[in-house]
C-alpha cells in the first residue's frame, strides 16, 4: 500500500511547499473565504457558498472533506486537525456541502455550496474544517519519491466557527502580571500576563498597555500580543517597552478586547477587560514594587 504524505497548507496560503525530496511548489487553487463564521438561532440553519479558482493552465481534481480542528496549548495559533466528529467542539455533524469532489478546468472556477444545520438544543459555539485536497502532479514529483511508493497529496482548508445565537459567552480571567527586563531586547521591559478563555466559543485577542505616572502623562504603552484560544484554553499576553521610564510611581492599565476574531469577520464586537496595577520604578529601567492586578 502506498504512503500518502499529505501536507498541510492553511487557509492563508497560495501555494503549499511540499516536505519531500525533490518536490516542488505546487499551486493550488485560491479560495473566496479562507474562514467562515456564521451565527445561527437554535433550530436553523445557515447556507453559503465558497469559490475555487484555479490559477494554473491544467484541470485540478479536488476531493472535500470534513475535519475537527483546535488551537494548540499557548495561544500561538497553531492548530491541530482530527477526524470529523472527534471532539465535543465539533461542527462536522452540523455541516453538509456539494459536490464531495470537483474537477476546477484550466483558469476556471468552481462553486462549493454548504449548508449549516444547527439542533434546536444547541448551545456555545462549534468548529470545523472543509480541505479541498489534490493529487501532486505526476510531473512534479521526484523519481526518488515516485520509487519510494509516495502518494503526495496537497491540501488547502476553509475553517468554520459556528456560534448558537443568544448561548455564547466571551469571558476570560486575566492575572499574574509580571515586569521583568525583556530576554530579546536590551534596554527593555517585557509586561506579562496570564490569560485564561473561560467562555464557550472560540477567543482570539487584541490589547494594549499604558503606564501612567501620577500627573497623567503616559510614560509607557505598547501593544499586546493575539492569543488564539478555545474554550479552556490558555496562553500569555506579552508587551515590551523600549526605553527608560523614570523613577516614581506608576498606574499601570491593560486593555483586553476579547472580541478581535469577531471585528475581524464583520460580525460584531466582543466584550473588553481592563485591568489596573499599581508600579513602583527605580533608577535604570528597576521594578521595585507590583501591586495587585485589579
Not at 473565504?33 to 451565527?39: A, H, L, M, P
Not at 472527534?86 to 449548508?115: D, H, M, R
Not at 527586563?181 to 490589547?207: H, M, Q, R, V, Y
Not at 509607557?220 to 499576553?237: I, W
Amino acid at each position: 500500500m502506498s504512503i500518502r504524505l499529505r501536507i498541510i497548507s492553511i487557509c492563508f496560503c497560495l501555494a503549499a511547499c511540499l516536505l519531500v525530496s525533490g518536490a516542488q511548489a505546487e499551486k493550488l487553487p485560491f479560495m473566496s473565504q479562507s474562514k467562515i463564521r456564521v451565527v445561527v438561532s437554535p433550530g436553523e440553519r445557515a447556507f453559503g457558498e465558497i469559490t475555487l479558482d484555479n490559477p494554473t493552465d491544467e484541470n485540478k481534481v479536488m476531493r472535500l472533506y470534513l475535519e475537527d480542528w483546535y488551537y494548540l496549548p499557548g495561544g500561538s495559533g497553531a492548530k491541530e486537525f482530527l477526524p470529523a466528529k472527534s471532539l465535543p467542539t465539533s461542527a462536522c455533524s452540523w455541516i453538509t456541502f456539494s459536490p464531495a469532489e470537483v474537477v476546477i478546468p484550466a483558469f476556471g472556477k468552481q462553486k462549493i455550496n454548504y449548508s449549516i444545520n444547527v439542533p434546536a438544543d444547541a448551545s456555545g459555539a462549534r468548529f470545523a474544517t472543509l480541505f479541498f485536497e489534490t493529487l501532486m502532479s505526476k510531473g512534479r514529483i521526484s523519481a526518488a519519491d515516485r520509487s519510494a511508493g509516495l502518494d503526495v497529496h496537497v491540501r488547502v482548508a476553509t475553517l468554520f466557527y459556528v456560534e448558537v445565537k443568544g448561548t455564547v459567552k466571551r469571558s476570560a480571567k486575566i492575572n499574574n502580571l509580571n515586569i521583568q527586563p525583556s530576554k530579546e531586547t536590551k534596554e527593555a521591559l517585557d509586561f506579562t500576563l496570564d490569560f485564561e478563555n473561560t467562555g464557550n466559543t472560540d477567543i482570539t485577542t487584541s490589547g494594549n498597555f499604558s503606564l501612567i505616572n501620577n500627573d497623567g502623562m503616559v510614560a509607557a504603552r505598547g501593544a499586546l500580543n493575539n492569543v488564539y484560544t478555545f474554550p479552556g484554553g490558555k496562553g500569555s499576553l506579552l508587551g515590551t517597552w523600549k526605553g527608560n521610564i523614570p523613577a516614581g510611581d506608576y498606574d499601570l492599565v491593560v486593555t483586553v478586547d476579547l472580541g478581535k476574531a469577531l471585528a475581524d469577520a464583520g460580525t460584531g464586537r466582543g466584550p473588553v477587560i481592563t485591568k489596573e496595577a499599581s508600579v513602583a520604578m527605580g533608577e535604570n529601567n528597576q521594578v521595585v514594587q507590583i501591586g495587585q492586578l485589579k
